[in-house]
């Protein structure tokens, strides 16, 4: 039998760390996506955040992240406010009840960094921490 390839390996990782977030969100009512947006914002309270910003860090099209916002919007938990540099954009920002979830979800996914690491050593860790961050970043280096 032939060694198993890495991409079956993280497509798999990714795979059960998207359903422990959905099972972990569930209980708000929320989806992993609509939590990981949460974390996203708690994690850059000052900054300018804007649509195609989402974009760009959870790697979907326009109308995903389209939607994503209308439902945030929706519940409650984000705000579009006009930008002061375009008034054609719309900045977002927690609301107060989506403030209130940012520590959950914070403390939350620190369990899950901490669970993927758990069998490791300090240096395996660091390894491994370097290592995702690389090929994270394919895509912007030159061949």
Same mark, same amino acid.
């Given at each position: 039998m032939t060694e198993r390839r890495l991409? @079956?390996?993280l497509r798999d990782a990714e795979?059960?760390?998207n359903q422990e977030m959905n099972d972990f969100a569930r209980q708000y009512g929320l989806t992993g996506m609509q939590l990981s947006l949460v974390d996203f914002l708690g994690r850059h309270?000052? @900054?300018t955040v804007f649509q195609v910003d989402l974009e760009h860090e959870f790697h979907v099209q326009r109308s995903t992240a389209s939607l994503l916002v209308k439902r945030m919007v929706e519940r409650d938990l984000v705000t579009r406010v006009v930008a002061a540099s375009d008034s054609?954009?719309?900045q977002l920002r927690?609301?107060?009840k989506g403030?209130?979830?940012v520590p959950i979800v914070q403390q939350h996914l620190e369990q899950q960094d901490a669970k993927?690491? @758990?069998d490791l050593t300090a240096g395996e860790a660091? @390894?491994?921490r370097h290592a995702l961050r690389n090929i994270s970043q394919w895509h912007t280096t030159k061949e």
């Open positions: 991409g @079956a390996w795979h059960q760390m309270p000052t @900054a054609r954009k719309r927690l609301t107060p403030q209130q979830l993927m690491v @758990a660091r @390894a491994f």
